[in-house]
């Protein structure tokens, strides 16, 4: 897949309190990408609610936004799934629920289930707003797969077309890479030099993929690199949150199954506690 | 690294001192393996054997540096309930079985088993233990022998005890009486007495010189039999020849009981966490800021345990107060574990006949005084000054594992902090919730500082504290680090007592570790550890000023210095210093300071040892920065201790055309040419005609102290003013 570009943006429409921040936040989106938005209600059709989703995108329609509203009953799982593949749709947008405590953002059953079996790409919100909130810092997995190219890719044209200004690309060292157990000097010693050979490999994986992407991509935007230690798939939702960043991209797992569940690793981790908006890149 | 062949040498060369040290803590060995065996029913010879066992297979293939190994005094009471429920037989095959099982945390990579339990539970535990061995070895202390089924009861008759003793008829008994009280009185005053002769023999051993001194003065002196009543004498120990030929009968006949897999996991619970506690703890003494690999050790331990109770022996852990000794006298690397059990073997082979001639009571003194140190009512308070739910966890704990024993007392030390947890957060859902994520970050922030970050979420406590454990072991202790608890709803007093120890080990390497992000909390009021460890700063002498205070005062006012009487706890400076190497300063206070800030003459509180070999000290000093290079040396009168640490290896610099000089003053230092330079016509002519002071150099400032105690008005003057007078004559270097 060379997606360049998201072509089509689906969004699952449900007549909530946040029904208006989420399709704010989907429709500036698709205007940004220049990308269709198909908006999936799970329900009857009405006259009364297709007016009601209209009035609420209509300043985006006056701004030519392409758009189609489907309408279709059923199990609300299955029926995003397959609407976004009948549609195309190569990102899907989904809120997040937040707790009362309005500090942490977890997601709903139903989210859950979708983000686990969905064909395409996957934005999480956490707080969708009216008002546009610029998008500073993105922070995207450097991790040693072959999905991370397209990750990083997509990385650098959001923030191109968002104009965010820093990318923050992150490799996770596991303790499991280092491979000495820290008992005494001498193995601190060697567990340095381990770490210190590592750094140096993941960076220049990472500015070998960096050298790759398209010039006017990477014109303004300031990269670092930042290797962390702690655990896959979790710390890097902990670096995004401690450097406040605006957007984390991540590579979507390569299967989850009932014992990634139970033993949560990857991206499981990152759907029990979203540190911030968490785009998942199939 | 370094070349492998230097090591070589570097040993040989540390060797005579590692001997000399070993020799010391022999001294104190012997008689505290004899009381511990002797404490725990087992045969007095036990705990020598096991001393002697752990002291030769621990120093070769253990992973620690200047650790001692022996008999555990928080083993006696679990010994002592394997033996009177198993059998002496059926006790040494669970020692046997603990030993394996030790070996086999060793091999699991438990060496972080001792984290998982609260400190305040594992202080109750300890001061449960004190109270046990106290308990009962205070009659025995008082020649008034005792058995009861339940510790508590023991605890309860001391009075009745004292009183009995009061009405004493028997002299035998009062002799013994006499004898146990002595013994105390030497344990409690000997670190009072600060005199180099008194103090070159270790107190245990003072009281079996002068027990064997006396047993000897009414045989040969006064042609009597020793007035103390037979049967608190040491009973017959075995002659070398009868330990190595004769082994002890091992039952495995018990394997299948419950008492006996009870009795094995206590053994192992307690000897592993003593051990790792100890570890830790002297891995903060070593002067060369060595980590030791713990791991290795238990598997050492777990080996040399098995070894021990197959020759008649208990279990081997390491010991605190005479790894401290050690570090103390010198010790440097393992050859002085080994050379301990060297001597030990001597004094068994030489000496074994009159160890009969100890007093019982004498030798349970030291143990009553072990007792006491393990629960003193200072720990209480220093726990209560933490917090009033660390007092609930302790006493929980302590009471608990005197009524039901140790593995019940330390699960409900757990249970119950667990529950002041949910009850101080209001919360049960934030530690289920995220008991088992991997809740910490460490990264190397990529600024040219290159700080390491650590930040914590959600919660920090003994439950999850190995993971942040884990990462912060990773950094090598001359880096900086900054631990961030801004996201981290939960920070408990186990956590903040570990980061403190992480604070002054990064401190005394030169590193820096900083804790941010608990402000916040502060706020919140929620969090009374953290809370009261970060502000609790006494003022001792806030209120008013003692005749001494303010006579500095008027000192201050007559030479232009400036007066501070607060407790100052930034003592940085004085860590180059050689004399602080295996000394803690605690605090300084009464600081009078010149305007500049480079003369500074102060009181000081410092500790050396640990447990009860912990000895704290005041003392008057006076530290002058020069701002400029000089070598690093100490100076100090020759004594005749000198001589006696010269064949040990502390060699002394001396001056072919200064004989007076060279023969007075005790000069050590490593670079023997630039001291030599440094050491001018002058300046030696200067000591020669001056009254005598400890002078230390670091390289860039002087350390000038005299006595071992704090200074008279008079003397801080004579003090302040010999220091001015040094500051003329040092030779400048440009």
């Known amino acids: 897949m060379t997606n360049k570009n998201f072509k089509t943006i689906g969004i699952g429409v449900a007549f909530s309190p946040n029904l208006k921040a989420n399709l704010y936040e989907a429709a500036r989106l698709s205007l940004f990408f220049e990308s269709k938005l198909v908006l999936i209600h799970v329900g009857e059709k009405s006259d009364e609610k297709e007016q009601q989703i209209l009035e609420i995108i209509k300043p985006f329609i006056q701004d030519n936004l392409n758009y189609d509203l489907v309408f279709k009953t059923g199990n609300p799982v299955d029926v995003i799934l397959s609407v976004s593949e009948e549609k195309k749709v190569d990102l899907l947008i989904l809120g997040a629920l937040q707790k009362e405590n309005f500090v942490q953002y977890y997601l709903g059953t139903i989210a859950r289930k979708i983000t686990r079996q969905a064909n395409c790409s996957i934005l999480l919100l956490i707080k969708p707003s009216v008002e546009r909130i610029p998008c500073k810092h993105i922070v995207v997995n450097g991790l040693d797969n072959p999905k991370t190219k397209q990750a990083i890719t997509t990385a650098y044209y959001m923030s191109h077309k968002l104009q965010s200004k820093k990318i923050t690309i992150v490799e996770e060292i596991t303790k499991q890479e280092v491979a000495v157990s820290v008992d005494d000097d001498k193995s601190l010693r060697k567990s340095d030099i381990i770490k210190a050979r590592l750094k140096m490999r993941e960076d220049s994986r990472v500015h070998q993929i960096i050298s790759e992407i398209p010039e006017d991509y990477k014109a303004q935007i300031i990269t670092k690199t930042q290797s962390i230690f702690g655990k896959r798939g979790y710390s890097i939702g902990h670096y995004a949150q401690f450097v406040r960043a605006d957007l984390l991209v991540m590579n979507a797992p390569s299967k989850t199954s009932f014992w990634d569940r139970l033993f949560p690793h990857d991206i499981e981790y990152i759907l029990s506690e979203l540190p911030t908006d968490v785009l998942i890149i199939q | ?734």
């Open chain 2, 1 to 734: 690294m370094t070349p492998k062949k230097n090591n070589i040498a570097l040993f040989f060369k540390q060797l005579p001192k590692n001997i000399f040290s070993g020799f010391v803590v022999s001294l104190i060995a012997l008689p505290l393996g004899l009381g511990l065996a002797m404490a725990s029913d087992a045969p007095a010879i036990a705990g020598v054997i096991t001393a002697i066992v752990g002291g030769v297979i621990v120093s070769i293939l253990g992973g620690s540096h200047v650790t001692i190994t022996g008999p555990g005094n928080g083993l006696v009471g679990v010994t002592l309930v394997a033996i009177t429920a198993l059998g002496l037989e059926g006790a040494f095959a669970a020692i046997i079985c603990s030993g394996v099982l030790i070996m086999l945390l060793g091999f699991l990579r438990m060496g972080n088993l001792a984290d998982f339990f609260p400190s305040s539970a594992i202080q109750g535990m300890l001061a449960a233990i004190g109270l046990i061995i106290l308990g009962k070895q205070f009659h025995i202390m008082f020649g008034h022998k005792i058995t009861r089924d339940n510790t508590i009861d023991y605890l309860v008759e001391i009075p009745f005890t004292i009183n009995d003793a009061l009405h004493y008829e028997n002299t035998g008994l009062i002799y013994a009486a006499i004898a146990g009280l002595i013994s105390l009185a030497i344990m409690i005053f000997y670190p009072k007495l600060r005199n180099k002769y008194w103090h070159l023999i270790p107190a245990p051993m003072w009281i079996v010189v002068l027990s064997i001194g006396f047993s000897y003065y009414f045989e040969l002196a006064l042609h009597q039999d020793n007035p103390i009543a037979k049967e608190y004498m040491i009973p017959a120990i075995p002659t070398f020849a009868e330990i190595t030929t004769q082994l002890p009968k091992i039952s495995f006949a018990k394997i299948g009981s419950l008492a006996f897999w009870g009795s094995v996991l206590s053994l192992t619970l307690i000897a592993s966490i003593e051990s790792l506690l100890s570890i830790k703890a002297v891995d903060k003494l070593d002067p060369e800021r060595r980590r030791s690999n713990v791991n290795r050790d238990l598997k050492a331990l777990g080996l040399a345990t098995i070894g021990s109770g197959f020759v008649g022996g208990l279990n081997v852990v390491t010991v605190i107060a005479r790894s401290s000794v050690n570090v103390n006298n010198g010790g440097s690397n393992r050859s002085s574990n080994f050379s301990h059990a060297f001597f030990l073997v001597i004094f068994i082979v030489v000496f074994s006949s009159q160890l009969t001639r100890i007093p019982l009571p004498a030798l349970m003194a030291i143990l009553v005084y072990t007792g006491y140190k393990l629960a003193s009512p200072d720990l209480i308070k220093k726990i209560f000054s933490v917090g009033k739910e660390q007092l609930i966890i302790f006493f929980v704990t302590l009471l608990i594992t005197l009524k039901f024993g140790l593995i019940l007392g330390i699960t409900a030390g757990v249970i119950t902090t667990i529950i002041i947890h949910f009850i101080i957060n209001k919360n049960v859902t934030l530690f289920l919730r995220h008991w088992i994520k991997p809740n910490v970050l460490m990264f190397k922030e990529d600024d040219d500082k290159s700080n390491y970050y650590v930040s914590v979420k959600h919660f920090c406590t003994f439950a999850n504290f190995y993971r942040l454990k884990q990462k912060l072991n990773a950094i090598s202790t001359d880096n900086d680090v900054i631990v961030d608890f801004s996201m981290c709803d939960f920070v408990d007093h186990t956590v903040m007592e570990n980061l403190n120890n992480y604070q002054s080990a990064f401190t005394k390497s030169g590193g820096h570790f900083d804790i941010v992000g608990l402000d916040m909390h502060d706020a919140d009021s929620k969090h009374p550890f953290a809370l009261r460890k970060i502000v609790a700063v006494p003022t001792l002498f806030g209120y008013n000023l003692t005749k001494r205070q303010e006579n500095l005062e008027t000192i201050a006012k007559d030479y232009n210095l400036i007066y501070s009487a607060d407790k100052n706890k930034n003592t940085v400076f004085l860590d180059p210093f050689l004399f602080f190497k295996t000394k803690q300063p605690n605090y300084i206070y009464n600081e009078l300071e010149d305007v500049n800030a480079n003369f500074k003459l102060f009181d000081i509180e410092f500790s050396e040892g640990e447990f009860i070999a912990k000895e704290v000290v005041r003392t008057s000093m006076l530290h002058i920065d020069l701002n400029e290079t000089i070598p690093v040396f100490s100076l100090d009168r020759e004594t005749i201790m000198d001589k006696v640490y010269a064949i040990a290896g502390f060699t002394d610099i001396n001056f072919d055309d200064h004989q007076d000089f060279s023969k007075r003053f005790h000069l050590v230092g490593e670079n023997i040419v630039d001291i030599k330079a440094f050491f001018t016509n002058e300046l030696i002519h200067f000591f020669e005609c001056n009254p005598y002071y400890h002078i230390e150099s670091n390289g860039s400032s002087l350390l000038i102290f005299s006595k071992q105690r704090l200074a008279s008005t008079k003397e801080i003057k004579a003090l302040l003013d010999f220091g001015k007078r040094l500051k003329v004559v040092i030779p400048k270097t440009h």
